[in-house]
């Protein structure tokens, strides 16, 4: 028997699963599955980092000045508050790891992000699961299980997978009844999606134990560079720094990103895109009897009769080269999440969903 063991926690963390992008047989498939911008990233973000290219010899900033300067002009927030890390899922790690260990509670909700669980674990900490009520995040839920051990409270808002989000008066009823011994974590990787939201700035701004996270990953079209952000009490996000890796992010990432935060009429474009898209698919897959809830993302958590319907659904749906994403890991398996795709894919799973549909009685 070894003696090499990894630290207790890490064997309870299940891989995590990301969308599928490929079918056996199939050649051209629409993917619809990662909630990935279909318009892919501003052309002055490619060009910057087509720039980059002739400077991969050199070490990258460690500080990230350039880019926390632009994120803080773009969102009117002090630079000083913000910490840019290898995707938000780094930033969320960089949270449990300096939070959390053995002992400390970290919770998340029913249908919340798989991430919050897997960085807990991985801290040490032991995650606690909340219900939601009807798919939607439940404050009272989340208070009634916060602890004395409580260290961490993750909730996405908009929330992946469901598309549901909290309003401004139950997101402050949350950070106001969250114990000042536990950090309330609004990750807003959707935020841009949603009409009207801050994700959280406002909250993160005022309190000294509310932090918001932030992603280039979905409406900036850049998930296959990896760069996150956080936002939050300067306290905090100094502590943060002091286990970030010098050179976590990359050059060619952070003037990638610069370039795409400050591309606003790109960004606009692509968010008003999605709302009509998203309006249209949702009224579409109504009109042949596959319900949904109001989304405020870039994604669509169509619901169907049980996971049988689902399941076939979604093989029938694979047979035409279209990839969404099962939830059945999110304690939904009768839904399917459809993400928002250009106006071609939105038209083509509406149609094989009601193909579909049409079998069904
Ligand atoms: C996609 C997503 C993120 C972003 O992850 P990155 O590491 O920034 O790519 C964070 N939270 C949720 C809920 C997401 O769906």
């Known amino acids: 028997m070894t003696q090499i063991t990894p630290q207790s926690g890490i064997m309870e963390i299940e891989l995590y699963q990301s969308g599928a992008s490929k079918i056996e047989g199939v050649e051209q498939v629409v993917k619809l599955s990662s909630n990935e911008n279909p318009f892919g990233a501003s052309e002055a973000a490619i060009e910057a980092f087509r720039r980059a290219s002739y400077d991969l010899h050199r070490y990258p900033s460690t500080d990230h000045a350039a880019l926390r300067g632009a994120i803080g002009e773009v969102h009117g927030l002090d630079p000083e508050r ?38 807990a674990l991985a801290a040490g900490a032991t995650p ?24 961490l409270v993750f909730i996405a808002n908009p929330a992946n997978p469901t598309g549901t989000m909290l309003s401004e008066a139950e997101l402050t009823r949350l950070a106001d009844g969250v114990p000042a011994h536990a950090i ?4 807003s990787a959707y935020a841009e999606y949603a009409q009207d939201y801050d994700g959280g700035a406002a909250l993160a701004s005022a309190r000294p134990n509310v932090v918001m996270t932030r992603t280039f990953s979905k ?22 720094n002091r286990i ?8 060619p990432a952070l003037v990638t990103a610069e370039a795409a935060v400050r591309d606003r009429a790109y960004a606009e474009k692509c968010r008003a895109e999605n709302a009509r898209l998203r309006g249209w698919l949702a009224k579409a897959l109504d009109d042949v009897g596959v319900a949904s809830d109001a989304s405020s993302a870039n994604f669509i958590l169509a619901r169907f009769r049980d996971a049988a319907q689902a399941e076939a659904c979604n093989a029938h749906l694979n047979a035409q080269g279209l990839i969404v994403r099962a939830t059945k890991g999110y304690k939904l398996p009768h839904c399917l999440r459809i ?9 083509r799973v509406a149609h094989a969903v009601g193909q579909f549909m049409e079998t069904q009685s």
Request: net charge negative; hydrophobic share 40%.
């Open 184 to 187: 309330l974590v609004i990750d």
């Open 339 to 347: 993400t928002i795709g250009d106006e071609a894919s939105c038209r």
């Open 244 to 251: 970030r890796g010098p050179f976590n992010l990359s050059q």
């Open 82 to 119: 913000i910490i840019c890390g290898v995707g938000s899922d780094e930033v969320i790690h960089f949270l449990c790891q300096c939070y959390a260990g053995a002992g400390d509670e970290v919770i998340h909700t029913e249908h919340g992000f798989s991430m919050y669980r897997i960085s």
């Open 128 to 151: 606690v699961e909340v219900p939601e009520r009807e798919r939607v995040v439940d404050v009272d839920a989340i208070l009634a299980g916060c602890t004395a051990r409580t260290r």
């Open 219 to 240: 409406l900036y079209g850049l998930g296959g560079l990896r760069v996150g952000w956080g936002y939050g009490p300067r306290e905090i996000i100094d502590v943060l």
